[in-house]
């Protein structure tokens, strides 16, 4: 029997196509997020296009307090836990951001406080188990801060270094933790967007994300590319790059 894969923000564009991933390959799926019904849908598709078992979840990213609970439920299910892939995310426009710091705090929130609630709970299970996977969806926007889209970035950079220490952490019980850096990717996060190139399919995205847990990858940009032009803006020294509009 194949393990049960945990995707939480089961209803986010990348996370739909790497459910398909796994369903495809016979993994019992445990969907999480705060749309019931969209969830309710989508697995009643996996099921019939793929016949696996999928259940669904109700997880909201601020509900702190209910993560331990939430990650016991998941570990209920019938079968054996196998991994996590972390793929929730909030963006908000940086103007209105600035603005207001209600939406500042909430993208902090969303996608890094809570992503450490849920990701310290799931640790303690996979380092107690010795093995498993922790995948989780963080940016290229993490990578350098830019006046277009600093708030956002430095929740996506902070989870990034968290990775790098929970990664370190893990190492030694041999659980798998691995950071995916998407480029643009054409989402509802991304809809209607200005300025958006070199823009993704998410499912070119999820089969990047499934080969990056099956081969052990540690930090994967994707499409691969993305690496290469991070280097570039990464390297750039901060009394040139502070005068840049980006
Ligand atoms: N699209 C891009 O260009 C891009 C690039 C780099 C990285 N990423 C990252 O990739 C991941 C997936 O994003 P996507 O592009 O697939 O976005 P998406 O389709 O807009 O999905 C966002 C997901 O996050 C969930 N979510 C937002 N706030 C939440 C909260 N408070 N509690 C629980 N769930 C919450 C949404 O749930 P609802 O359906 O209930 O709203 C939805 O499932 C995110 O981490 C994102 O930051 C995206």
């Given at each position: 029997m194949k393990k049960n894969i945990l995707i939480i923000g089961g209803t986010s564009g990348i996370a739909r196509s790497i459910a398909n991933q796994y369903a495809k390959r016979n993994h019992p799926l445990i969907l999480a997020g705060r749309d019931s019904v969209e969830m309710e849908r989508l697995s009643s598709d996996i099921r019939i296009r793929y016949r696996v078992p999928v259940c669904v979840k109700i997880y909201h990213a601020e509900a702190y307090d209910e993560h331990s609970v939430f990650f016991a439920s998941c570990l209920e299910e019938p079968g054996v836990l196998g991994g996590i892939i972390l793929a929730y995310g909030y963006m908000e426009d940086q103007q209105s951001a600035q603005a207001d710091f209600r939406k500042a705090k909430q993208m902090i929130e969303v996608n890094y406080t809570s992503c450490v609630s849920i990701l310290e709970t799931a640790a303690r299970y996979f380092e107690q188990q010795r093995s498993g996977f922790i995948a989780v969806i963080s940016s290229v926007a993490g990578d350098r801060g830019r006046q277009s889209n600093y708030i956002y970035g430095s929740s996506k950079g902070a989870l990034s270094v968290y990775l790098q220490g929970l990664r370190n952490r893990m190492y030694a019980s041999g659980v798998h933790v691995v950071t995916i850096k998407p480029g643009f990717v054409d989402t509802k996060m991304t809809?209607?967007?200005?300025?958006?190139?070199?823009v993704s399919k998410p499912q070119d995205v999820a089969k990047r994300v499934y080969l990056a847990i099956q081969n052990g990858k540690e930090v994967v940009y994707v499409p691969g590319f993305w690496a290469f032009i991070m280097g570039i803006i990464k390297a750039v020294p901060e009394q040139f790059f502070k005068r840049f509009k980006l």
């Open positions: 809809y209607g967007l200005n300025g958006l190139f070199l």
